[in-house]
């Protein structure tokens, strides 16, 4: 959205909206690399944001002119976001920018109407599972139960063929590639197909650097519990991992430093979706790795 009747809008090249021109004059935001909002300048003063990971936990103001009663600053909201009190031009349900202007949240990706449960555009990413048929609902339409993501994940290729890997956080547009490979000596590559990537979640080998690579169409708890660091086509074996290294087992690994180092860095900052349950505990989702084998067209 650039305009609303007199009203206009500015966004920078992450599609995050910096200028604001409307009723109460110009304002602007400034951002973190991870898209939170760390600071808004309006006609009143300067407002800044401290958050705690994806938590708000305090906010300061320094007027320009004498402050104006607030009142309580407490703010209630039913289940999809529409609030009790008196709606207030700021922060507020989950973390987003409030508009009293256009009277809806802006959720810098999208804009959401709190009242009617729904978003103004369809989700870019498409189609995942039953519940995103509806590409405008909110949180699978049961907020009581699920939370919405807040951002549009990574999108992740790997070719066998050509040894190359390509990753693409789909929020920024932000893109990282990699030599790659799977498979050496004795061990089969990863086969083909769609994973979800997450964090290495498997007992004492986990690493800050590993990452999941889970095959979408098994059962995840059952493969985890078969988890073997050494991949053996005859177990059907499908739980593998994305690292650094020379070395790879079925994994998918990056042996220069330096792309690896892009690629993490890509993976770290993205926007997480809705979390992975392995063994009842979540861990997060970073987004769809597909593994093909394609040779390079001449």
Known sequence: MVSSGAYTYTYDGYNRRVISNDSKGTSYSFYDAKGQLLLRETQEGIASYVF?????VAKHKDYTE???PAGDSKMHYKPFGDSIEAPKDDVGYT???FDTDLGLSYMQQRYYDPVIGRFYANDPVGFRDVHSFNRYAYANNNPYKFVDPDGREVSAVFNKATGS???TDNDTGKTATASAFS????YTGAPNGTYTISDFPWGSSAKDNYFAILRNDSFLDDVADGFQSNY????????LRLHEGSVSHGCVSVPKAEDWDGV???LDNTKQGEPVKIHGENF??????????????E
Request: hydrophobic fraction near 30%; charge should be positive; avoid cysteine.
């Open 52 to 56: 705690m990971g994806k938590k708000m």
């Open 165 to 167: 890997l390509t990753v």
């Open 95 to 97: 973390g987003h920018k």
């Open 284 to 297: 997060p989702k970073y987004g769809q790795l597909e593994i093909v084998d394609k040779p390079a067209e």
């Open 264 to 266: 993490q860095e890509v």
């Open 66 to 68: 004498a402050p104006k």
């Open 183 to 186: 498979g050496q000596k004795n």
């Open 232 to 239: 053996n086509p005859a177990e059907d074996m499908q739980n």
